[in-house]
């Protein structure tokens, strides 16, 4: 990659390339908002969320026996899916 800055590894220079790409692709003005909506929004999330803990205690208790069945399921599939493909050479 020919570019005017010099970074010292192959990761900081492709950040440094994306970055460069995002600030043709947007202007000032939509950044800003930007990263002034991800702040707000994650704050708010967290409070929310906070604010919330004692009934996800109260109502959610268990929740996670139904997201372990899932994911076993999920896995259960790729597993029958892959074990009976039939490879013709």
């Not at 919330?52 to 996670?64: C, E, L, N, V």
Request: proline share 0%.
């Amino acid at each position: 990659m020919n570019s005017q800055h010099k970074c010292k590894s192959k990761w900081i220079d492709l950040i440094c390339l994306i970055l460069l790409k995002i600030k043709v692709m947007f202007s000032n003005g939509q950044l800003l908002f930007a990263v002034f909506f991800i702040i707000t929004f994650t704050g708010i999330v967290i409070f929310t969320y906070r604010k919330d803990f004692k009934g996800h205690q109260i109502h959610y208790k268990g929740s996670y026996k139904i997201l372990l069945t899932f994911i076993v399921a999920i896995i259960i599939l790729f597993i029958i899916k892959y074990s009976t493909q039939v490879y013709i050479e």
